[in-house]
């Protein structure tokens, strides 16, 4: 049987050897660009155009075309890579190498480039930027921040510009014209926030004018992929509106939880994040609350707060997940070590955490619309990013977005030394031994970064070098916006930072004058995070480009991992080698490859949350994309929408019809039901006028919709203009599927939220979940149409006099 590893490297090889090849026949083209003047290298912008646009012309659907396109595309890679390449040195003074070649090929390609800190990602990037640009469909260059956004638009864009094409920039607080500017220009760079939320406020808008994404959504090149498609995957995106106010239990049930003794009366799962009464704890509850049983069917929204009051208090914690800046609870992204601004928790969590910090609670909001990062980025027509580090997660990547990982060799050797992690029996002897290896690097002048977990070890790493007297920076979550000026010095000679998560993204450490020959930046690392690629970025820092550096991580048994996941290992096996614990220092490779095992462990069940958040908006997607694609055609209309509102008139008279008629016996029809429907939905002025006796249920049917068409007929007399009657019909539709779709939204939020708990009756939540969603959207569409059916027939028109 073939050795499955094997067969993979060998995949990889023959991955890597066409990619190689591809390169080459675009370095062949270096002679010949070279001696282009600037105004024949800038020309053969138009020139690629006109070959794109010829090769699509004939395509017969919108499948062929995209096929056409992506032939064209690759036929003409080398010489417009060339063309970049060459244009790139002319303009900014960058002559991308051959391994970056390689990374622009593989992102041409629609996969994921994996390649080291230092390569130049952002100049890889031009080429496959350029090559798809030229299509004139809009290239996305997706950024984690709006300052890489801004930053890599200004510097990229001279050379884009240079070579013809148009580039916009999308940021968060941007009007809605210029966000219409930046997606109309050839190459647009934004964050994945911004993109998502744009995509959900425009299917929210009711002029097909107001939208700012009018060409769709067609090639995404993603930075730090891993990052965006996979940490930050787990939350969807939700646009909220005003809710149903704000609930007393929410202070009550911190009083509460503020009462109770950890252990006795209540038990925190550390791996699962999520903490719950005991036996003592509910009957405090009941005591404290004055129940008789606090699990009683009418207590079901108090026994919620108490949970999420359990959670804000005992597994969120302040400078760690959160953090609290002008009384609002602001939270970090546990990936980066940045501020998620206009992020909150769902189900009320939010909100136990503001009452648990004493701020003003904010009232829990409505869902309106909400799409996950997944679907959002699927939604592409071609998808590629790159990164230092995402072979550990290749899997999820090519099964959630049928992206191959590529690991593109780097220009130089890595010469940075990564050394075997060392593990304290203490917190205290663990930063002992962190500042007395700090003390000593920094006397000879070798630059140091220093990554800690969260804010709250970073300001209490930044005490103890302020008490050994050593100069430092402190880069978190709490001054990010000095992030750029700390990280221009970080390389310097002496230098000590102090950083959490933030300086392993979309930065690159330079070494000062003479540092290189000291050893480089050396990186210490205070503990590991739960997920493998952050301790390999963080790692990454040093060693950019063949330069010296190395990495040592100083763990500890009371580390928040090794607590959740390896400590009481670790305990056994110091009890059997008979060692001393509080004296003992392990320096051993067995340490790296347990805590990786945990994080292992740590990084599946992100995974498996990740999943399940897809698979519940899976069961929304179809329902959405329908929804959308409906509401896009009524905006996009520019005749009449008779042949959509008159459909949706028929199909209520025949439901209202079918329903009061049930039964065998037309004795025993609603006969009264069916009138008082055309009074109050179908005709104005009508008072029970319309006679339904002795008439089959067909002729009933007939009859009403007559009626329906006299008042449609009568309507548009009065709206003698075409597009003030296409107005009309499309607000009437617009208002229906906008208030019932929200309303259906948030249902199946709260639905969500609420059917996990059938699992202790045997039942499969997702499997209930899909059923009630899909019973749920079908009385959607019958309410839609019955208030569109109502609003317009009864709506009276007058026909405005000048």
């Known amino acids: 049987m073939a050795n499955p590893v094997r067969k993979l490297l060998d995949n990889s090889k023959r991955q890597l050897k066409k990619i190689d090849k591809i390169?080459?026949?675009?370095?062949?083209?270096a002679d010949t660009m070279s001696v282009m003047s600037d105004e024949a290298l800038q020309a053969k912008t138009a020139e690629f155009k006109q070959r794109i646009k010829e090769a699509t012309a004939n395509s017969k659907d919108k499948e062929a075309e995209l096929k056409d396109l992506n032939k064209i595309l690759s036929d003409i890679l080398p010489e417009a890579f060339a063309v970049s390449r060459e244009a790139a040195k002319r303009v900014l003074g960058l002559y991308p190498f051959h391994v970056q070649i390689m990374g622009a090929i593989v992102l041409n390609e629609g996969n994921l480039a994996e390649m080291k800190t230092g390569e130049g990602k952002t100049l890889t990037a031009t080429m496959a930027v350029y090559l798809n640009a030229l299509a004139g469909r809009g290239v996305h260059v997706v950024t984690v921040n709006d300052y890489l956004s801004k930053r890599d638009a200004e510097q990229m864009g001279q050379l884009y510009n240079w070579l013809g094409l148009t580039v916009g920039v999308n940021v968060g607080d941007d009007s809605p014209e210029d966000k219409r500017a930046a997606y109309d220009a050839d190459i647009t760079y934004s964050t994945n926030f911004n993109i998502g939320f744009d995509y959900l406020r425009d299917n929210m808008v009711t002029r097909a004018e107001d939208r700012v994404m009018q060409r769709g959504l067609n090639f995404a090149l993603i930075d730090e992929a891993d990052s965006i498609l996979i940490d930050t995957a787990r939350t969807p995106l939700i646009i909220s509106g005003p809710g149903s106010g704000i609930s007393p239990l929410y202070e009550q049930a911190?009083?509460?939880?503020?009462?109770?003794?950890?252990?006795?009366?209540?038990?925190?799962?550390?791996?699962?994040?999520?903490?719950?009464?005991?036996?003592?704890?509910?009957?405090?509850?009941?005591?404290?609350?004055?129940?008789?049983?606090?699990?009683?069917?009418?207590?079901?929204?108090?026994?919620?707060?108490?949970?999420?009051?359990?959670?804000?208090?005992?597994?969120?914690?302040?400078?760690?997940?959160y953090v609290v800046q002008d009384g609002e609870i602001?939270?970090?992204?546990?990936?980066?070590?940045?501020?998620?601004?206009?992020?909150?928790?769902?189900?009320?969590?939010?909100?136990?955490?503001?009452?648990?910090?004493?701020?003003?609670?904010?009232?829990?909001?409505?869902?309106?619309?909400?799409?996950?990062?997944?679907?959002?980025?699927?939604?592409?027509?071609?998808?590629?990013?790159?990164?230092?580090?995402?072979?550990?997660?290749?899997?999820?990547?090519?099964?959630?977005?049928?992206?191959?990982?590529?690991?593109?060799?780097?220009?130089?050797?890595?010469?940075?030394?990564?050394?075997?992690?060392?593990?304290?029996?203490?917190?205290?002897?663990?930063?002992?031994?962190?500042?007395?290896?700090?003390?000593?690097?920094?006397?000879?002048?070798?630059?140091?970064?220093?990554?800690?977990?969260?804010?709250?070890?970073?300001?209490?790493?930044?005490?103890?070098?302020?008490?050994?007297?050593?100069?430092?920076?402190?880069?978190?979550?709490?001054?990010?916006?000095?992030?750029?000026?700390?990280?221009?010095?970080?390389?310097?000679?002496?230098?000590?930072?102090?950083?959490?998560?933030?300086?392993?993204r979309g930065t690159d450490i330079k070494l000062g004058p003479g540092v290189n020959e000291l050893?480089?930046?050396?990186?210490?690392?205070?503990?590991?995070?739960?997920?493998?690629?952050?301790?390999?970025?963080?790692?990454?820092?040093?060693?950019?480009?063949?330069?010296?550096?190395?990495?040592?991580?100083?763990?500890?048994?009371?580390?928040?991992?090794?607590?959740?996941?390896?400590?009481?290992?670790?305990?056994?096996?110091?009890?059997?080698?008979?060692?001393?614990?509080?004296?003992?220092?392990?320096?051993?490779?067995?340490?790296?490859?347990?805590?990786?095992?945990?994080?292992?462990?740590?990084?599946?069940?992100?995974?498996?949350?990740?999943?399940?958040?897809?698979?519940?908006?899976?069961?929304?997607?179809?329902?959405?994309?329908?929804?959308?694609?409906?509401?896009?055609?009524?905006?996009?209309?520019?005749?009449?929408?008779?042949?959509?509102?008159?459909?949706?008139?028929?199909?209520?008279?025949?439901?209202?019809?079918?329903?009061?008629?049930?039964?065998?016996?037309?004795?025993?029809?609603?006969l009264d039901e069916i009138t008082n429907f055309v009074d109050n939905a179908l005709s104005v002025g009508s008072n029970g006028m319309v006679r339904l006796q002795n008439m089959s249920r067909q002729e009933m049917k007939d009859k009403l919709f007559s009626v329906a068409q006299q008042s449609f007929n009568e309507k548009k007399k009065v709206l003698n203009e075409d597009d003030q009657m296409l107005a009309f019909e499309?607000?009437?539709?617009?208002?229906?599927?906008?208030?019932?779709?929200?309303?259906h939204i948030d249902s199946l939020d709260r639905l969500r939220q609420g059917v996990g708990l059938r699992g202790y009756g045997q039942l499969n939540p997702l499997i209930e979940y899909q059923n009630e969603a899909f019973a749920n959207f079908n009385k959607m569409i019958e309410d839609i149409e019955y208030d569109a059916t109502r609003t317009f027939m009864k709506s009276e028109i007058r026909q405005r006099i000048a």
């Open 23 to 29: 390169a080459d026949q675009v370095e062949s083209y």
């Open 254 to 321: 911190d009083r509460f939880v503020k009462t109770l003794t950890r252990d006795d009366d209540y038990k925190v799962d550390e791996e699962a994040k999520n903490t719950t009464l005991t036996s003592e704890g509910i009957k405090n509850a009941e005591v404290f609350f004055n129940l008789d049983n606090l699990y009683d069917a009418e207590n079901t929204a108090l026994t919620h707060h108490i949970d999420q009051a359990l959670r804000a208090n005992f597994n969120y914690l302040r400078d760690k997940d």
């Open 330 to 504: 602001k939270l970090i992204d546990q990936s980066t070590g940045r501020i998620s601004d206009g992020t909150r928790l769902s189900d009320g969590l939010h909100q136990a955490i503001e009452a648990k910090e004493g701020v003003e609670i904010r009232e829990e909001n409505k869902s309106m619309a909400q799409i996950t990062y997944q679907n959002l980025f699927r939604m592409y027509k071609k998808l590629s990013g790159m990164t230092g580090t995402a072979k550990t997660e290749e899997e999820e990547l090519r099964e959630i977005y049928n992206m191959d990982v590529v690991q593109i060799p780097t220009n130089k050797p890595v010469l940075r030394v990564d050394e075997a992690d060392v593990l304290y029996p203490s917190l205290e002897s663990k930063y002992n031994a962190v500042i007395k290896e700090v003390t000593e690097l920094h006397a000879k002048g070798q630059p140091v970064l220093l990554g800690t977990g969260s804010v709250e070890s970073s300001e209490l790493v930044s005490k103890l070098l302020t008490a050994h007297h050593i100069p430092h920076n402190v880069l978190n979550a709490k001054n990010n916006e000095k992030e750029a000026e700390i990280i221009a010095n970080a390389g310097q000679r002496g230098a000590v930072t102090v950083a959490t998560n933030m300086a392993g």
């Open 519 to 670: 050893g480089g930046l050396a990186v210490i690392a205070t503990e590991r995070h739960e997920s493998r690629r952050i301790d390999n970025q963080l790692r990454g820092r040093a060693g950019r480009q063949g330069d010296n550096g190395f990495s040592k991580f100083f763990l500890s048994l009371q580390d928040d991992l090794m607590i959740r996941f390896g400590a009481e290992r670790v305990r056994m096996l110091l009890q059997r080698m008979n060692m001393d614990e509080e004296d003992t220092v392990i320096t051993s490779r067995w340490i790296t490859r347990s805590v990786e095992s945990a994080q292992k462990r740590v990084e599946g069940n992100n995974y498996d949350t990740r999943k399940n958040v897809l698979q519940y908006d899976d069961v929304v997607r179809e329902q959405r994309e329908l929804i959308y694609r409906e509401r896009d055609e009524v905006l996009d209309e520019k005749k009449s929408l008779d042949e959509v509102l008159m459909p949706m008139v028929k199909r209520t008279i025949d439901r209202v019809v079918d329903a009061q008629t049930e039964e065998t016996d037309p004795a025993k029809w609603h």
């Open 730 to 743: 499309r607000i009437v539709i617009l208002r229906a599927v906008d208030q019932h779709w929200t309303d």
